[in-house]
């Protein structure tokens, strides 16, 4: 079950932390994605990138930053100003209009 | 603005009934639909998308652009087909990105 890598699978933060999700993937794919996945709310778009060196804000950027210094790796960097920042995280690309999600990252903040 | 609405939390039948998971869309363009599926421990998945007019695992969709809607539907439920259903909507300038719906439960009763 490769192709798309999250890492690590759990996460624990304090407040006041920063902290780096890390999404890996080696399928070639141009455009990458964050979601945050929270009970009842569906996912939600937090940032996209469709090439190296460029992003996009989503729907739920506040908070949140990322990078795509390479085509293999999309890290998001959760900041101390993100007001609720518990919640399974969701990496994923796309190829042709379907989009492959990696296994998640749940994060929680102590 | 883009939406997706599935107004079911949890449907819940017993194994041989049919089953069907309602999703409403709102996009004043052509939007390409999907229904993505996240069994128990697993990663979310395509379970099926529109233009590709497929039956998979038994489950179709058609587009009805007239009500807006892409209802997921199936004859006969098996237990197998316990998860969390999302229907999702891209469009054209859109990147790429999907819409997400809140998802609905499904859970099959032996």
């Known amino acids: 079950d490769g192709g798309i890598t999250q890492s690590p699978k759990y996460l624990f933060r304090k407040e006041g932390q920063n902290v780096t999700l890390s999404c890996e993937q080696n399928?070639?794919?141009?455009?990458m994605y964050w979601y945050r996945q929270d009970p009842g709310q569906g996912l939600r778009l937090i940032y996209y990138?469709?090439?190296?060196?460029?992003?996009q804000k989503g729907d739920i950027a506040e908070g949140y930053s990322v990078s795509r210094e390479k085509k293999e790796s999309f890290p998001l960097t959760v900041t101390s100003a993100q007001k609720n920042p518990t919640a399974f995280y969701l990496c994923?690309?796309?190829?042709?209009?379907?989009?492959?999600f990696g296994p998640g990252t749940r994060l929680t903040v102590l | 603005a883009q939406r997706v609405t599935q107004p079911e939390k949890l449907l819940s039948v017993f194994k041989g009934a049919p089953v069907e998971l309602k999703c409403n869309y709102s996009?004043?363009?052509?939007?390409?639909l999907f229904w993505y599926v996240q069994y128990s421990r697993q990663r979310l998945q395509l379970l099926l998308r529109?233009?590709s007019r497929e039956s998979i695992k038994g489950f179709t969709a058609d587009l009805n652009k007239g009500e807006t809607s892409f209802h997921l539907k199936k004859p006969f439920a098996q237990e197998e087909d316990s998860a969390m259903y999302y229907c999702?909507?891209?469009?054209?300038?859109?990147?790429?990105?999907?819409?997400f719906g809140q998802g609905t439960e499904l859970s099959v009763k032996p």
């Open positions: 990138s469709q090439i190296v060196n460029d992003f």
């Open positions: 529109h233009i």
């Open positions: 996009y004043s363009g052509s939007p390409e």
């Open positions: 999702a909507l891209s469009f054209p300038t859109g990147g790429g990105k999907l819409i």
């Open positions: 399928l070639n794919h141009d455009a």
């Open positions: 994923a690309s796309t190829r042709r209009g379907e989009q492959f």
